[in-house]
């Protein structure tokens, strides 16, 4: 089924304690559409750079199946750019710099051959544009998924639970759902966030894996256990873009079936990690994410039949 | 099977953000004994404390099927007692009082009926104390579990080494496992530890769950997510009560059981955190052990088959 993925397309400049890069392609949308690419073949990008961003990278995505007519390349302008620099622990990170440039003044145009998506993926943008992009659809997609951050909670609250109204799925990290909810038990914070409108949440915790909510079920999936975490940049859009991918190519979206979703999303999120920027999201074959996938079944399947 | 299990009993008393205690009952070997109570039946508990303690506890435990042969009652002495105050994260704690007391000239001595115990718990304690009750086995135990600390890393890490060197399955948390092996990636610590002698690592990592090492394979339980976390006291313990316990009972020491003997040994430390000390541990039904585990089987299965 079709899938439409809104966010950025960027530079990234990223250190480490392994390294650190110049200018790299980078960007929520970038990440989720490379992940999903890997079960759905319908995706469609809508976002914004300069001309300033290569035509091999957009070529890259195309490779991938992504069809780039909603991307929209500004003459004359800059594309968005972030530098960070994570500490040795990989969970905390430092910005060195955010240049907004063509993110500015971003005003999201659905392509008219994408106007009835079945599936959306909001990654993460400021509130009121992700709402734009609704307001462009035709009909109501059969499931919308949503990524946000604290930066909009700071900011922009009024409008994000605008958007939290609208949406069936929210993924945000175990600190956002805190701040979100006012709750640090983080089954209380599910509760209240699932009154705000979704019907669904996952909570990112990272290497310690993520929580999947509704109002009755709760489901833990592990990360994988790593040698190393080379970068941690883009595994929660990596995983954003596994789970919805999965579940738009398998077109179910019962909890049973988000389940195994949020296992094809680990496991993306699990390569996205191991390289700088979307490098090891290029090019893995089928056999290498079933391989991946197998190992989170052997990670945490075990055999107990209680009378 | 017959189960040993060395360690603490003591009087703790505790602050959280819930509220705080008087003195009341803990100590690492009660805790692991009234966990591992539920599943096995041949249970003896070495120890010591002073004639502070109450026989009323002491008759708890014997209640429980634990016998109590090799705990020493000293006359005119006081027992162990830890007072500490717990932070707001429930993951970090200040200790506010340690006094030895009895504790402080341990001489552990194994009762003649339990010199071939089949399987032996060794609880926190000085390494040079675990030893010694190892000396006095006639015959080496089916399994042996150390429980350790950072304390002992700090202070006495030659003779932990030493204790390593003759244990099979070591259980310690996460920043401990750090510690001991040099290493901040658990992944690179566990083979590190697993050279130093056990066959098998488990590291606890609280509210993130235990991953459960051998050599060549892996396996991650979660925690339960829980509204509230009441007190943190005893988890760790209960946890590798519920472990032992359950692996003395079904006399079965491969991999694959060990993993279920994780989840049963997490769902005791469930238990253990919804109230103060052992409250929770004392006097629940089979019925509600299982239910738990239930839980978790709930918490974490799902269905992929890949091709």
Known sequence: MSLLVVGTVAFDAIETPFGKTDKIIGGAAT??????????????LVSVVGDDFPSSSIDMLQKHGISTEGLQVK????????????HADMNTRDTLATELNVLANFDPVVP??????????????MPSIQQKVMAQLKKRPKLVVLDTMNFWMDTAMDDLHKTLGMV?????NDAEAR???GEYSLVKAAQKILAMGPKVLIIKKGEHGALLFNKEQVFFAPALPLEDVFDPTGAGDSFAGGFIGYLAETKDISFDNMKRAIIFGSAMASFCV???????????????????VQEFVDLVQFDISLV
Chains 1, 2 share one sequence.
């Open 112 to 125: 008219d051959s994408i106007k009835e998506p079945d599936f959306l993926m909001l990654g993460n943008l």
């Open 179 to 181: 701040q979100l909810s």
């Open 168 to 172: 069936d799925v929210l993924t945000i």
């Open 31 to 44: 990440y989720i559409s490379l992940a999903a690419s890997y079960f759905n073949k319908e995706i469609t």
């Open 274 to 292: 191991e390289k700088f920027g979307v490098e090891r999201l290029v090019g893995l074959t089928q056999e290498q994410v079933d391989e991946r």
């Open 75 to 86: 003459a004359g302008e800059k594309s968005f750019f972030w530098s960070g620099r994570y």
